[in-house]
Every structure is written in C-alpha cells, then in structure tokens.
C-alpha cells in the first residue's frame, strides 16, 4: 500500500536531516510521527520513527548529564583566590557563604540543602575572593564532580560542626573518602597525593559543647592542620575568618603609581607570596620585561628609593615603574 506521505511530513523530514543536535533530531522526528498519516501502509514507518525516537532520546539524555558533570567540575576563578568549603551535611557550609557573600545558599535545619556548587564573592578589605558552596559529601554519597574542583581550588576550608559528638569522625569520614582520590588535606608527605592548603573551621562555637570539642580537635590534629579556627557563621564573627583565610591563599596585592605624580590607589595586583619586582612588572604589562628600575614605598623602610628586578615584595606594598 502506497504510504501516501504528506507535504508537512516531508518538512519535518527535511528539518530531521538538517537537525545538528540530537535533542533537535528528536524533535524533528516527533514531529514527522505526529504529522504521518496514520494507516497500515505507512504502519512500520511509525514504528522505525518510534525505535529512532527511543534510541536518540537515551543519547541524548546521556550526552546532557555529561556535559552538565563536566559543567559542573569546574568554576573559573575570580578575584584574589577561589576558597572551596567542604564538609559533611549540615554542618553549616551554607550558612558561612549566606554570611560572607550575597549568595543566597539555602540554609536549611535539614541535611543535603545544598544540590549544586554555589559561588559567592566575600571581601576582604580591598579585595574579593571567591569562595564555593557545596553539596555535602558522606560515605554513601559525593558528587564525583567535587574532586576536581577541589583538585582547583586554591585552598580548602573543611567545615565541622562542633556540636556534634562525632567531631574526629566528621575529619576522617572526608579525609579517607578525599584521600581514596589521592587528595590529602593533611599535612603530610606522599608520593601520588596531591596535598591542599587547608583551614579546619569548627564551626557553632555559639553552642555550650563547642569549646570542649574545639579542645579536643586541637589536641589531636593540630600536627595535620597547623590551622584550625573556630567560628559562629549564625552570629557572624568573620574578622578572623577573612584574615585567615586571606593569609592561607598566600598572596600579596602589590599597587603601582605612576611617575611623577602622587599615589592613586587603584586595584592591587594579586601575586603569589614571594613574587618579585620583575614579575610583577610583566604582570602589569609585557612591556616591562625590558624594565630598566622601579621606586618602592612601603610602611616602613622604604619611601621611593629603587629596587632591584629581583626584590621580594611584600603585601601592600607600592611600586613604579620605568622603562
Ligand atoms: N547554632 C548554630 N547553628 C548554625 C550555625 N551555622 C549554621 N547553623 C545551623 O545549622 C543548620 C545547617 O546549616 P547549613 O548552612 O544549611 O548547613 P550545610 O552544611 O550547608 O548543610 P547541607 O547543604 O544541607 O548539607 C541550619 O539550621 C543553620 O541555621 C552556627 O554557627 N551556630
Ligand atoms: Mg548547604
């Protein structure tokens, strides 16, 4: 029997040619079983349609959880250094990025909140660094794509809930599952582990049993963290907290001024700690490789007299330029 198809099925069939993506040709191809004249003659047409139907929605589904993993395994950097916060459920991960940033992290009495990273920018004086929510990590379930953002990160700031009586297990429970993707955030030496800065932040210290537990934490792990800190996210105590978390990223702002004139402070040049004059030089403009000399002021002992190329700076300190 002769299918007798119809203009628009042959526009549909034509849009399922030209379709790049699958989720397009899927559609295009809804399109041609809906618009198919329905009779025996074109009965096994309907059913190829169908079986395409069913294999191209599966890949493409797969395809779109793929890229939404790999969208999700990295965030790109701003700001003065990325700072990813980790930690078991509950335990108030959420509520340090609601304090510090204008994120809304949804703060929750109950566990697992948090479904997807969330990005805030927290300042510190004249700067802003960046810091990442993240969805909880437990034995029985981690998002995979949490390794390599903390593989990323610049440092990492595990999160404790000092009211809980399982303090040491709440540390190990996320240094073994991190350590079973060869990331140690321990003080130590290995060969294969790629080590992480780290700050152990004990937080609800608002609460009677903190400190006893913040004691105990401190006795036992202050080989392996040489930073731990204690904190009230609900109250908001975040002086120490920023300092901290500032000092661990190990970066300087370095300030230029131009010749000639009075110093304008603009935006700082976040270097590494133990950037020299020449670095910093390139990394205000290439053309400074060919630097001649530079002026430095400083709060202490320097006040426009020259420095070397391979002068170590300091934070907040001020440089000139000359070609
Ligand atoms: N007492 C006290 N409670 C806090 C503090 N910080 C957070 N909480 C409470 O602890 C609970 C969990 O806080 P969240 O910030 O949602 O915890 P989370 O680590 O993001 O947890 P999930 O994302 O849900 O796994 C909420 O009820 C908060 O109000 C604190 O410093 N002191
Ligand atoms: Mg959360």
Redesign the pocket.
Known sequence: MPANLTPQYHEAEKEYRQAKTYTDKVEALKKMLAVIPKHKGTEKLQADLKTKISKLSKISQKKSAKKEADSLSHIDKEGAGQVI?I????????????GLTNSN???????????KPIVGMMEFEDIKIQLI????ITKTFTERYLFPLIREADIVLL?I?L?QEDILEQVEEITDILRDESISLKNETGEDLLLKKCILIG?????PKAEMHLNVLKELYSKDFPDILS?????GNWVDFKKQVFDKLEVIRVYTKQPGKPFEKGEPFIMKKGANVQEVAIAVHKDFENLKFARLWDNGNYSGQRVERGYVLKDKDILELHM
């Open positions: 916060l930690g078991k459920p509950n335990v108030g991960k959420s509520q340090i990025i609601s992290s949804p703060v929750t009495p109950y566990p697992f909140a948090t479904r929510d993240t969805p909880s999160v809930d009211t937080n609800k210290n608002d609460s904190i009230s996210a609900l109250k």
